[in-house]
């Protein structure tokens, strides 16, 4: 099982990786996702992991899905659940708390669009 410095590790690599293949600086993927270039750099080490909503953020600016984010290079899941079924129970628990967050916050969005 991986562990929880493996999985930001993964998803550092991942981010730097979706920003250098756009062309953009630390400080564009900073201001495209509303979090400092020191937060961008911290994350991409490995060093920091995102908060929820700096997910969510991380995600639209990439234009993909917040799972999207976790997955290790060369992996191609049937579902995006399958990608976190080799880490550890608690960094799973983390994921699925955060993919509850964001699944909420799409409901909250298209229920106050609909009015």
């Known amino acids: ?58 995600a639209k600016a990439f234009e993909t899905e917040v799972y999207e984010l976790f997955k290790p290079k060369g992996v191609l899941p049937d579902k995006p659940i399958d990608i976190f079924a080799e880490y550890n129970e608690k960094v799973r628990e983390k994921v699925e708390e955060i993919g509850n967050i964001y699944i909420e916050k799409m409901k909250k969005s298209k229920f106050s669009r609909s009015k």
């Open 1 to 58: 099982m991986k562990t929880e410095q493996e999985l930001r590790k993964i998803f550092g690599n991942k981010v730097s990786a979706l920003r250098g293949r756009r062309g953009w600086s630390q400080e564009e993927l900073a201001e495209r996702a509303g979090v400092s270039r020191n937060t961008i750099s911290d994350i991409e080490k490995g060093d920091k992991f995102a908060r929820p909503k700096t997910l969510v953020n991380l």
